[in-house]
């Protein structure tokens, strides 16, 4: 990045404290997952990466939380690198306007999900993982690991009881699509598999090292390997541009206007295409389900340095 780029990302990260005291922080944190209400409300961290190396943080941004739905951009990375072009025979593209764990859109598609990052596709993409791997939860944890460059990122196996214990939708999700045949694999296992992704622990600095290959056609920028190619890895952040954000996608990138992804932990990352991955966490969900302070503040990040994608 050049002078002057480094000079405005520097002076937004040291504006952060003031700008946010004048971001209300507003909305309500997760609780339909009773395990992820116990989280501290006013938590918040971020954490930025250049595709040239430098480390831009402040906040809780070494604190862990549950990056929930976050997991389903690198598990989508795993399976599409496995599968290749048929993974698109079983899934689509393409945003979907309903909730994320809507059942309107899977029956008059035909067992079809939308899109990966709707609940019926990733659970979808976790049967194609559990097909691919001898150990399913090991060695997607093991990628994992790898891509942060970290051997204790874990599980939180207290917050996957609690989605398994309330999960009847994900379940009859799965057990619809695989009346339609598109599941091959034993619900439960599917399912054991989706709550476990879903629990992963990490905090800013994990999540945007996690993703550096987003940023930088396919490879890590630790290991210096790649990840999948750059053509996938366009595919990947095209489909975060449009399906990233549950039914607010288009407001994302009215908003901020960079593809991303968002959980209900109140995580979201961001990618700029050559220049950044960014990770910010903030508990307290708008009624779409995204971060409130999360988004206001990248709205203000890449207002104020002019780097959206747009
Ligand atoms: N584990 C959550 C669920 O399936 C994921 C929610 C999310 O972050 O979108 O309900």
Redesign the pocket.
């Known amino acids: 990045m050049n002078s002057k780029e480094q000079f405005a990302f520097e002076k937004v990260f040291l504006e952060l404290p003031e700008q946010l005291k004048q971001i209300p922080n507003l909305g309500e944190v997760?609780s339909?997952?009773p395990e992820l209400s116990h989280v501290n409300p006013e938590k918040f961290g971020i954490h930025l990466i250049t595709a040239d190396k430098q480390n831009f943080a402040y906040g809780d941004s070494n604190e862990k939380f549950s990056?929930?739905?976050?997991a389903?951009v690198l598990s989508l990375t795993l399976a599409f690198k496995l599968e290749e072009e048929k993974l698109w025979e079983r899934i689509g593209v393409e945003p979907s306007g309903n909730a994320?764990?809507s059942l309107f859109r899977l029956e008059q598609e035909k067992g079809i999900p939308r899109n990966p990052?709707i609940?019926a596709g990733?659970l979808l993409i976790c049967d194609v993982l559990v097909s691919r791997l001898n150990q399913p939860k090991e060695e997607f944890l093991d990628f994992v690991r790898e891509l942060v460059g970290n051997p204790k990122i874990n599980y939180c196996e207290r917050i996957a009881l609690s989605?398994k214990e309330?999960?009847y939708?994900?379940a009859s999700m799965v057990n619809f699509m695989k009346s339609y045949n598109n599941i091959n694999n034993d619900v439960e296992e599917v399912l054991d598999f989706?709550?476990h992704l879903?629990?992963l622990e990490m905090s800013c600095a994990e999540l945007a090292q996690a993703v550096t290959y987003l940023s930088s056609d396919g490879m890590n920028l630790l290991t210096q390997k790649e990840v999948i190619s750059p053509s996938k890895t366009k595919r990947i952040n095209a489909i975060m541009q449009l399906c990233g954000f549950?039914d607010e996608a288009g407001e994302f990138a009215f908003e901020v206007g960079l593809p991303g992804k968002?959980?209900?932990?109140g995580g979201i990352i961001a990618i700029h295409p050559l220049k950044y991955t960014v990770a910010v966490w903030s508990p307290k969900l708008n009624e779409k389900?995204n971060s409130y302070r999360g988004m206001k503040i990248l709205e203000f990040f890449t207002t104020q340095t002019a780097s959206s994608v747009f």
Request: overall charge positive; charged content about 10%; hydrophobic content about 30%.
């Open positions: 997760a339909y997952i990056i929930q739905s976050i389903k994320f764990n990052f609940n990733a989605e309330h999960g939708r994900n989706y709550f879903c629990s549950y968002s959980g209900v932990g389900g």
